[in-house]
């Protein structure tokens, strides 16, 4: 057990000397000395291919050890206790902060570490770890399990080779591409402080409620005296390595219509559940319910619908889910602005027939793409970036193409893994040189 766990006031710490000598310095790096990653060229493939980094091996090696291991959300255990091991065997010092079980009722946890052994640091003259810099992506996937595979085996690898599987883009490659990344600026540095400004946390449950990444923000909170504010986080996420400008903000909400049952022959003496349930949406569906120059339009999924019991009977009782991408802002209450717009035509369309109740909710998000050397891109999707309470600047960035991301083709190439290294590598010197 460790006596002052910093972030993980009940964590079941785990401790151990490793490659404390890894722990090494921003000092001689600046982002241009390495624009180029560290390679060798290899004979008989084109150019792009020709690049093999050093650490190849062991990103591969990382990026197949997480995927292999299947951890839909709620069943992240098993993933966690393996990147707990590995990051302690390459001497971090890394700890379990639990979250309270998904509908499985599984134990899990966030996975938090530092750079460098926690012996050493203690020792040192920094007493706790007070990150400025933190990296952070997710360990729980959607369904269904897709194995690992590997389109070229061995000696065969190039960057084009393809490697498919669940996670193999959203998120673990993000999460291979950060430790790669770290691991690399460490080796590379040759004094000792780049280590004690970064933080890893690899949180559960980004894919269904965010449960991981509110408790480890909430832990900051009950902390006594309250930690230093991060300066900046670094979210990974599949942004076909582009810098995110942004993400939509997001709303869930159920619709309830209620009617009067009678004959389908005389539908004036009832009232139908499905026409007000149609009429209803299709005029949300053709409303502006907010529109901005970076997300564009808001748009509005219905993702489920069933009303009425035969064709025969005018229909009761009407029930549909739809999930709204929120193009407007501010994060915090742009998603209430769409909602009382909804509202107002419910009750336009008929004031006493639905019921209408809507997640939390947030408007959209805006992330720090000002960073030279990057293309950027702004996505729809969410992310645990508004689930991190505080004033850090926040990046979003990762490998692979979130179109594949859920699907039964998720893939990427080891070319784009790498690119991502590079990526990681450039966000963290920017981040800490302006930190
Ligand atoms: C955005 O919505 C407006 C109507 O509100 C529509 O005219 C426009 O085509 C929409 N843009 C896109 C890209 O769908
Ligand atoms: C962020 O900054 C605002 C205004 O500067 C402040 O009110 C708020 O408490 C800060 N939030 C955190 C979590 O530090
Ligand atoms: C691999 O992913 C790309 C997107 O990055 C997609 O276009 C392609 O269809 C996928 N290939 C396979 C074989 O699944």
Known sequence: MRAQSLFVPAALALVQSGLADRQRPLASLHPSTISQPPHHAVVGDDASAAITPTYRDSLLSLHKSLVSIESITGNENEVGRWLIDYLVGRGYTAELQFVAPGDGGKERFNVVAWPGDETRRRNGKAARAEPKVVLTSHIDVVPPHIPYSISDHGDDITSHTMISGRGSVDAKASVAAIITAVDDLLLAGTDASIGDDLMLLFVVDEEVAGAGMRAFSDSLTRMDPPPRPFSAVIFGEPTEGKLACGHKGALFCDITARGVPGHSGYPWLGKSANEL????????????????????????????????????????????KIGVRVAIGPQKDGARVVEKKIQRILDDVDDEAFTFECSQGYGSVECNCDVPDFDTITVNYGTDVPNLAGNHTRYLYGPGDILVAHGARENLTVGVLEQAVEGYKKLILHALDHA
Not at 300 to 320: H, T
């Open 277 to 320: 349930m149609v009429r209803a949406l299709a005029r949300v569906l053709d409303a502006d319910l907010g529109t901005s120059d970076l997300f564009g339009n808001t748009t509005v999924n219905v993702g489920l619908f069933e009303g009425g019991v035969a064709g025969n009977v005018i229909p009761e009782k009407a029930f549909v």
